[in-house]
């Protein structure tokens, strides 16, 4: 159970507490991004043993210190990693190393937790028991952790993995992000633009999207995905007439829609 606590930390801390300006501060090798990552890694990790008895918090505080120290040592490598190979100036391979440096990135922190963390056990106090009289509930099993993990892990890992290969496809068509946005703004007041600029309603789209496909395949309800998708080209109808827009839209769709079937089926499978 300790494993799949520190899994959802992972992902909490990485995906969904983590802002654009750590990851700036972090890509431009200052100091600040780390300790604010740590420090978010360390409160997240923290808060998921708040109910442990007391006699086990020292083994754990000290293991969340060792993944936590790692954990920031394979961020600062991949960090160094890319500026050298951004040095190079070739497009391709910058835009190549961003989805592969991500994709490692994930996997090595994935596997320093499950190497450090297999062994460990952890027991609740006498307070989480009272909650759940008050709530009258029996409490998260394993099997509801390894699922809130893997929907929260595929909903915002894909957020940030489906932008670079969008970055790649496009890489020699300059700002297509802003000639995408723009064309969001086409019969929209102006007073609505700045609405569109500042809520990124496609990503939040899309983390839902996967969070019910996701849901939908671990009930095995393979027919409701046709649904998801019926409701997203109805949303987007009017601007499906344009071809730069319809292609932008079927990628996305169709890589989110692979990732989260080959990303449930290998978690299920390491987990």
């Not at 809130?148 to 909903?155: G, K």
Request: aromatic fraction near 12%; charge should be neutral; include cysteine.
């Amino acid at each position: 159970m300790f494993t799949l606590l520190m899994l959802i930390s992972h992902t909490i801390s990485d995906f969904i507490i983590q802002t654009d300006s750590i990851v700036n501060l972090k890509s431009n090798l200052h100091w600040r991004g780390f300790l604010y990552h740590g420090i978010g890694l360390s409160i997240s990790s923290i808060c998921m043993i708040l109910l442990a008895k007391a006699s086990y918090i020292p083994k754990l505080i000290s293991v969340i210190f060792i993944i936590v120290l790692i954990h920031l040592l394979i961020d600062f490598s991949k960090e160094k990693l890319q500026r050298i190979i951004t040095e190079s100036n070739n497009n391709e391979r910058i835009k190549k190393a961003g989805i592969i440096t991500f994709v490692l990135d994930q996997i090595l922190h994935l596997l320093v937790i499950l190497l450090l963390t297999n062994n460990v056990t952890i027991e609740f106090n006498e307070l989480n028991e009272v909650l759940l009289r008050i709530f009258n509930q029996n409490g998260l099993t394993q099997l509801d952790l390894k699922i809130i993990f893997i929907i929260l892990y595929i909903a915002f890992s894909g957020a940030y993995l489906i932008p670079l290969i969008f970055d790649l496809i496009y890489m020699n068509i300059s700002d297509y992000n802003k000639t995408l946005n723009d064309m969001l703004k086409e019969d929209v007041k102006d007073s609505a633009h700045k609405f569109i600029d500042e809520v990124k309603a496609g990503k939040w789209i899309g983390i839902l999207e996967r969070i019910l496909i996701t849901f939908f395949i671990y009930n095995n309800q393979l027919n409701a995905i046709g649904f998801i998708i019926a409701m997203k080209s109805l949303a987007r109808f009017k601007m499906l007439d344009s071809k730069i827009f319809s292609e932008y839209y079927l990628i996305g769709t169709l890589f989110s829609i692979v990732y989260t079937f080959f990303g449930f089926h290998i978690l299920q499978r390491i987990l």
